[in-house]
């Protein structure tokens, strides 16, 4: 075997840098359109004169059970959760299911009805969907696609160009649970009961604020990569810098010393319940106090602006004052995470 | 003890407002371990302190100072039949002379990431037909826990576990860098975790024979603004002490108990460095007792034509005789992305904490 040539690497699917020199290297050449250049969450497609949002993700998460949730939950969630990002609210899913010979169906229908309680919270119905068994070792278990489709909120225009120095930069709560909930399963271990997966569908939350504040200029769950990779993503697209302060950050302290342990920093930790808002400085008083009524963003608050410099590039004012570049995550700070 | 936002900033800015004033001429102050150097660029401390001080890094960052022919006999073993490599995550990507092991990985072998030495026995346990190699590689704070685990195996009777020992020990690099006149380091902030273990005693040669200002340091953004304060304050009087900052964790005496675990398990030996070459007592072999434990002696195995990567100048970055942007590679051809030395590859590497944190790259003002 050639040991020099280029190969694929956990580190392409981590959601930082390898993945974006992938998709920007192989994926955008051979597709290239305008709806995909936006590179959003989902694809803006206008059919028949109807605006509507449309995306895919595939979930292979391991171990597929963890506090807070399973990979049926996720694969529901994170596809209402990019239509959402779109500015769009959800209508109909498919579901298309990859399982090894062997697996429990005990198992699969616990993940089934998961799905099922998650389509219903969310307010969206699997409409299609396909299933395949392959051999067993050909896949770990179970892996799950799901495609979603759903209607753009009026009024409301979500992308870059919209993203101008001196907005507000608001997160919606607690940075990092779902990531340490998935690896403190996978390594076993024992986590205080406050960190369980933050995994749930935000379109509810995201149309409330948009019905009420339909200015706001940009969206973004950061999941994989983290609030540091989503924020450096926006920066580099919208050629506007950020500075963020370091002593408004919320991390929970288990999530922290779980990091300290196990040595990650938790603005790169997926997240899969979490949504990041800019907006102009004066929408963003009503913007906070929409969210905080919501029990998934009770702990919203503002952690930092858009500015003209560093431009396409984030940077982070420490606790003692210094300041320094918040890169995006490059290779793989953990593998196969979501 | 836990500072609220408000106390942490006041107590940085007396620090900096003292260092400035100190500051009268230019010094020029060493961070030994690499976990300092990427406190101080993820804290932003650089640019907290006047032009008059300068900080460089030194060697000690354990993957960084790991040189290439260790590498390139992990590889080996790596495509050793019937062979399991275990491994700290930093290690897969530091290239050696031809592949590293994450591409040895990609393509087949069996490396497997641990977060503890003693994960590397249960490996062994469950894969009783196959040789279980741990790359132990650390300085004395990692050094007991790789012993440690000598000892279960022992005490288990476990016949396929072995280690490729590439540990090294703080102290004699220092000495190493005070006889090389080119560095002029005016004072050091050494290691407080190393210290942890070994005490007080093995750093007093750095004022004691050398006369150079040292400071024992913790982790934390405002324990480097203590010992930089520490340090410039001992200059201004003209001293040249040992002074132990991080006295919360670090007892003259060190952990006797670590040590003695150390003691049964390892003995001194001279090793290799990257920059260095050989360093005299620097690093641990398996003393006699242990040896049937050290891969090299049990699974013989020669790998011949390792060299350093072209270009790259990591042997002055790690002997602080340089900074990294002031190589030609930095950046532009080497890139966390696609590291062309270690420097660039490992999390504590200057080279690494250099381009991540952004200096060399952007401006931060
Ligand atoms: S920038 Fe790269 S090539 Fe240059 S010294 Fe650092 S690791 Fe080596």
Partial sequence: MNNREKRILLGHGSGGRLSHELIRNIMLPAFANPALSELHDGARLDVGGTRLA???????????????GNIGKLAVCGTVNDLAMCGAQAAYLSAGFILEEGLLLSELTLIVESMRQMAVAAGVTIVTGDTKVVEKGAVDGIYINTAGIGVLLPGVNIGAPGVKPGQDIIVSGYLGDHAVAVMSERHGLTLPAAIASDCAP?????????????QVAMLRDPTRGGLATTLNEIAAEAGVGMILEENTLPVRPEVQAVCELLGFDPLYLANEGKVVFIVE???????LTILRQNPL?????????????????????????????????????????C | MLLTAEETARAARFFTDGITCLATRPVRLMEVCGTHTVAIFRAGIRQLLPAAVELVSGPGCPVCVTPNEYLDTAIAYSRRPGTIITTFGDMLRVPGSESSLMAEKACGADIRIVYSALDSLAIARDNPGQAVIFLAVGFETTAPTAAATILQADKQG?????VLSAHKLVPPALKAILATP?????GFLLPGHTAAISGLEPYRFVAGQFGVPAVVTGFEALDILQGIYMLLQQLQQGQAELQNQYRRVVKTEGNPAARDILDQVYQPAGTGWRG?????????????????????????????GSREPAGCRCGEVLRGLITPPACPCFGRHCTPEQPVGACMVSVEGACAAWYKYGQGRWSCE
Avoid at chain 1, 312 to 324: D, E, N
Avoid at chain 2, 292 to 301: S, T
């Fill in chain 1, 281 to 287: 400085k004066e929408y963003s008083g009503k913007v």
């Fill in chain 1, 54 to 68: 449309f995306t895919t993700d595939s979930y292979v998460v391991k171990p597929r059970f963890f506090p807070g």
């Fill in chain 2, 276 to 304: 260095f070459g050989e360093i005299a007592g620097s690093g641990l072999e398996l003393t006699a007792a242990f040896r049937r434990f050290d891969a090299q002696a049990a699974l013989p195995l020669t790998v011949a």
């Fill in chain 1, 297 to 337: 963003a009770a702990a919203a608050r503002v952690i930092g602006s858009v500015t003209a410099q560093p431009a396409g590039q984030v940077a982070l004012r420490t606790t003692v004052g210094g300041l320094r570049l918040l890169d995006m995550l490059s290779g793989e700070q953990l593998p196969r995470i």
């Fill in chain 2, 182 to 186: 080119a560095t002029k380091v005016d």
């Fill in chain 1, 202 to 214: 935000l379109n509810q939350l995201v149309a409330a604020v948009l019905t009420a504040v339909p």
């Fill in chain 2, 158 to 162: 476990l016949t396929n576990f072995f």
